[in-house]
């Protein structure tokens, strides 16, 4: 059985690849294929979420700020250093990497409820410094013009669609990312401490290590998805490091499927979808996103992509539970 749904799942993440090469080819509307392109952008932060809570078990709630930092520092080096969107998207993951260690350093000392409140708080003076510093940023005005990233050889990304191919490159390694640290033994540390602390303390888990060991992934995931966003779309502004990014992110992870490889990517894109599809009634979504998401984790709580799993769960507890009722039949008859 374990080999059949082994199988099953590659042969679904090959066809997902196949979907994902030839959209751009089918899609009749260029709207779609920004769309899509920005949901692809969004899931590889929410992958980067999906390490620090799905993994550890460590809800952060200042994830927007560590997009914002990465997301600024490619438009600002790229904008006025003249600096290449490469090395320019190289300095945004070192630099989140930095500010994810030096924060997590500090806030991981703290737990539930008071790890998520100070983590918010970071978020928010990091939107209030990129939103205040008019000298640097550009406050709300923002920045514009934000040069497209740099050929490579004979490939260009300054149209819509090699945009799209360049991103989808970096969400599949987002992807093979999340799998590799799943399935390694740092991804059952990370595992072992949300499941309990104590326990993972008492077996030789380096707890604080691993949980830091996260945070400052989940930060590095965040930056990079912001430097791609800078890349994208051409201008910035201090509203991608509010707190409501955070929330939607973590939104398209609870939907999706928290602790799953194929959770943020899923999440990302039907919601995202939903959003824009939505775009009448803004003033309105949250009152249809409410209840479906409160139904979804009542009955649902892996998330979309746990719910073959969960279908097939029940499914082996019926047919547990009518199985032994033949062999009674047979010892009675015997």
Not at 23 to 44: E, F, G, K, R
Not at 158 to 178: Q, R, T
Not at 250 to 260: E, F, S
Request: proline share 5%.
């Amino acid at each position: 059985m374990g080999h059949v749904t082994r199988r099953v799942r590659r042969a679904a993440w090959v066809v997902c690849a196949l979907v994902a090469i030839l959209v751009p080819l089918v899609t009749p509307n260029p709207y779609y294929l920004q769309v899509l392109t920005l949901a692809c952008i969004w899931a590889i932060g929410v992958y980067g979420l999906n390490i620090v809570l799905g993994f550890t078990g460590q809800l952060s709630l200042g994830h927007a700020g560590f997009f914002g930092i990465g997301a600024y520092t490619v438009a600002l080096l790229t904008l006025r250093l003249g600096v290449s969107f490469w090395l320019a998207l190289l300095a945004a993951a070192v630099l989140t990497l930095v500010a994810g260690y030096l924060v997590g350093w500090v806030c991981l000392r703290s737990k539930g409820h008071y790890f998520a409140i100070f983590t918010m708080a970071v978020g928010v003076i990091l939107n209030l410094v990129i939103d205040k510093w008019d000298g640097l940023t550009n406050g709300q005005v923002g920045l514009v013009n934000i040069p497209d990233p740099n050929p490579i050889g004979p490939l260009t990304f300054d149209s819509a669609v090699s945009k799209y191919y360049l991103v989808l490159v970096f969400l599949a390694g987002a992807v093979y990312a999340s799998w590799a640290i799943l399935r390694s033994p740092v991804g059952r540390a990370m595992t072992a401490v949300r499941q309990s602390e104590d326990l993972a303390a008492a077996v030789g888990v380096p707890v604080m290590r691993t949980k830091r060991l996260a945070f400052v992934l989940s930060t590095v995931f965040a930056g990079v998805a912001g430097g791609l966003f800078a890349g994208y779309l051409g201008y910035l502004g201090p509203d991608v490091t509010g707190v409501d990014i955070t929330f939607d992110m973590l939104l398209y992870l609870l939907v999706g499927g928290i602790g799953t490889v194929p959770g943020p990517l899923v999440g990302s894109l039907l919601v995202g979808a939903l959003t824009q599809w939505l775009q009448a009634f803004q003033q309105y979504q949250m009152l249809i996103f409410g209840p479906l998401l409160v139904i979804l984790i009542r009955f649902f709580p892996g998330g979309l992509a746990g719910l073959p799993g969960a279908i097939l769960a029940r499914r082996g507890r019926r047919v547990r539970v009518a199985g032994p009722a033949p062999t009674e039949a047979l010892r009675k008859e015997a």
